[in-house]
T-cell receptor, first 115, second 113 residues
Framework: AQSVTQLGSHVSVSEGALVLLRCNYS??????LFWYVQYPNQGLQLLLK??????LVKGINGFEAEFKKSETSFHLTKPSAHMSDAAEYFC?????????????FGEGTQLTVNP | NAGVTQTPKFQVLKTGQSMTLQCAQD?????MYWYRQDPGMGLRLIYY???????DKGEVPNGYNVSRLNKREFSLRLESAAPSQTSVYFC????????????FGQGTRLTVV
């Protein structure tokens, strides 16, 4: 079964600093990969997704992620953090090979942005 | 543009009571899902419906049942609530099961006492 691991349940950065949130997946065949963001008391919103067209994927709010097959990783980055980026971020994976495959989520990373 | 609508938003149940969480989407999506979110555990899939007329168990189905009433609606039922079912429940939908973005409702915060 697909699984996804997010390293670091809490990440804290200063405003203006680089944001790096880590995600690794377990699959011999590159899956579909997603990053979602959740603001307090809200549902999840898609930031970006990888479906094989390009290894560097740009998303909303200045975020991007790079798919690295050799490292089975899909880390999320943003060059300069903003206070409004404080939220919980989830990496998710969907198997390409299985019909009816479902989205499997990582445990989430809470991002804090300090002034 | 409503997207995915869940009702209710909050609910308190006593142990042993039953309830149904309602979910409806207006995006003509084929697939619908129920997840629960617990601190430090991410989102775990309870049940999903890849297409109208089909339902399948996810990772944590025990204690729950679902009904795909039609293409728009997918309900989750707790027959006999237990404190371990205290959680935030999210309904989601996607155009197809594989590789397409899932859209989420605002969640239902359920407390079982």
């Amino acid at each position: 079964a697909q699984s996804v691991t997010q390293l670091g349940s809490h990440v804290s950065v200063s405003e203006g600093a680089l944001v790096l949130l880590r995600c690794n997946y377990s699959s011999s065949v590159p899956p579909y990969l997603f990053w979602y963001v959740q603001y307090p008391n809200q549902g999840l919103q898609l930031l970006l997704k990888y479906t094989s067209a390009a290894t560097l994927v740009k998303g909303i709010n200045g975020f991007e992620a790079e798919f690295k097959k050799s490292e089975t990783s899909f880390h999320l980055t943003k060059p300069s953090a903003h206070m409004s980026d404080a939220a919980e971020y989830f990496c998710a994976v969907s198997d390409r090979e299985t019909s009816g495959s479902r989205l499997t989520f990582g445990e989430g990373t809470q991002l804090t942005v300090n002034p | 543009n409503a997207g995915v609508t869940q009702t209710p938003k909050f609910q308190v149940l006593k142990t042993g009571q039953s309830m149904t969480l309602q979910c409806a989407q207006d995006m003509n999506h084929n697939s619908m899902y129920w997840y629960r979110q617990d601190p430090g555990m991410g989102l775990r899939l309870i049940y999903y419906s890849a297409s109208e007329g089909t339902t399948d168990k996810g990772e944590v189905p025990n204690g729950y049942n679902v009904s795909r009433l039609n293409k728009r609606e997918f309900s989750l039922r707790l027959e006999s609530a237990a404190p371990s079912q205290t959680s935030v429940y999210f309904c989601a939908s996607s155009l197809f099961p594989e590789g397409t973005e899932a859209f989420f409702g605002q969640g239902t915060r359920l407390t079982v006492v």
